[in-house]
């Protein structure tokens, strides 16, 4: 990645919740990766002085998005909705696991079809093709 960003900081040490950063998370199909300024909200002054905030602010400066890595990507062809899955009480860690302990995010389950289905079967969710694909 770009920047050593940890969850672990922001989650267990600051206490931010998920939709802190990722607002859009239950508010519409994509949870988001965060924009500059929504970390220079608070990084114009907390640990300003720290390598991996001077590397943000130079994103900022040149008002620039991250280019992060995508570690959780679904095929194109995959309709997969955020806010569904919140509305219905599903926390963030059955699919993404324990970010929360993660210095550096990594895929802990597979989010493949079979996965999902599964899960559907067990909750009584549905399983109709149109659901999940477009």
Request: hydrophobic fraction near 30%.
């Amino acid at each position: 990645q770009p920047i050593a960003f940890s969850h672990n900081i922001h989650i267990e040490k600051a206490g931010l919740d998920c939709t802190h950063c990722h607002y859009y998370a239950d508010k519409s199909p994509r949870a988001g990766i965060p924009a500059v300024q929504v970390c220079m909200k608070c990084h114009e002054k907390v640990a300003a002085d720290k390598p991996e905030i001077k590397k943000l602010k130079s994103y900022w400066d040149k008002q620039e998005p991250i280019p992060w890595v995508k570690v959780h990507a679904q095929a194109w062809h995959v309709r997969f909705t955020h806010k569904r899955h919140i509305k219905a009480n599903i926390e963030c860690t059955y699919c993404h696991g324990e970010i929360k302990a993660m210095d550096t995010v990594r895929k802990v389950r597979s989010l493949e079809m079979g996965w999902c289905l599964t899960c559907h079967r067990e909750n009584n969710a549905p399983t109709d093709c149109l659901t999940c694909h477009r």
